[in-house]
Structures are given as structure tokens and as C-alpha cells.
């Protein structure tokens, strides 16, 4: 799969979609992108969270793994006997992609994980929220946030002349 453009995934419950999802995040991570350079947007809040989180484990469960292989100081040999054994395709394929820079795998996901928090994942009325916020003035209308209690309340003035 190239990693270019835009993608549409759509199945049925159940098939798999967010455990291919979070395992295409991690090569896409590994490959090109950061998280603040990607967006995943599903259908409600709570497959927006259970997403994000299973992001979150893929990559931890992969820089583990890819640790773990450095830790044992594998030569190409026994490298491509671990390979042949692995059962997960994600594994298997950074390993074949990755084997001769495997530290820079490693460092790479220590990284993506480390700004994960900036990674879009939301619903696609979050996601239309987000584009008003960051680009109010070109679309014509007037943020305005108060404070209150140390949180903070986000609304639209519709009018231009509301009071801000």
C-alpha cells in the first residue's frame, strides 16, 4: 500500500478494521509521516478512543519488539530465521524492511511515540470543529473562548458584529 493521498478503509464489525488501521499507522509512522501530519477520523468518540489506544499499543508492542531483536545481537542469519517464524505481518514486514537499520526503527517509533499526542483522531463533526477553530478568520467566523474555572469554553459568534 502506498502511503500518498487519501484513504478510504470501510468493512463490516468485526473484520479487523482497527487492528489493520493501527498497524498501517505504525508503518506509516516508520515510513514517512508524523502524528501531527495525520488524520484518522471514524463514526463515533468511543471508536475514535479505541483507535487512538490500539495506535498507541501497536507502537509500543512494535518498538519493544524491534528492542528486543536488538538486544539480542541477531546476525543477518538468525535474523532471517526469526522472520520466517514470525507470525505477525506487521512484524514481519519491518523486519524484513528495517533489518539492516533496525536502531533507527527503534528510534524513529521512540519519537512517534513520544508526539503521539498530536495524532487527529476524532469523529468526522470533531474533525470539522478542529478546521473552524484553526482557521476561523478565513472562514468567516469569530472564535471566541472564555475562561472559566480553569477550563475553557469555546463558542462561535455567528454574527461578525457579536461582542467578542
Not at 502524528?35 to 484518522?40: E, F, L, S
Not at 535474523?79 to 514486514?93: G, V
Not at 487527529?120 to 478546521?131: E, H, Y
Amino acid at each position: 500500500m502506498q502511503f500518498k493521498g487519501l484513504h478510504w478503509i470501510e468493512a463490516s464489525a468485526g473484520t479487523g478494521k482497527t487492528y489493520t488501521l493501527s498497524s498501517l499507522m505504525v508503518r506509516i509512522f516508520l515510513k514517512d509521516y508524523f502524528p501531527n501530519q495525520v488524520i484518522a477520523t471514524t463514526f463515533t468518540r468511543a471508536a475514535a478512543a479505541e483507535l487512538k489506544s490500539r495506535i498507541r499499543a501497536r507502537l509500543l508492542e512494535t518498538q519493544q519488539y524491534i528492542d528486543q531483536c536488538l538486544n539480542q545481537s541477531l546476525d543477518q542469519r538468525a535474523l532471517a530465521e526469526k522472520i520466517a517464524q514470525l507470525q505477525d505481518p506487521l512484524l514481519k514486514h519491518i523486519l524484513q524492511e528495517y533489518r539492516l537499520k533496525l536502531d533507527y526503527a527503534s528510534s524513529r517509533l521512540k519519537l512517534v511515540i513520544a508526539q503521539l499526542d498530536e495524532l487527529f483522531v476524532g469523529t468526522l463533526d470533531s474533525f470539522s470543529q478542529k478546521l473552524l477553530r484553526e482557521f476561523s478568520f478565513e472562514s468567516g467566523k469569530i472564535e471566541r473562548a472564555t475562561a472559566c474555572c480553569g477550563l475553557y469554553a469555546v463558542m462561535w459568534a455567528v454574527e461578525i458584529g457579536s461582542r467578542l
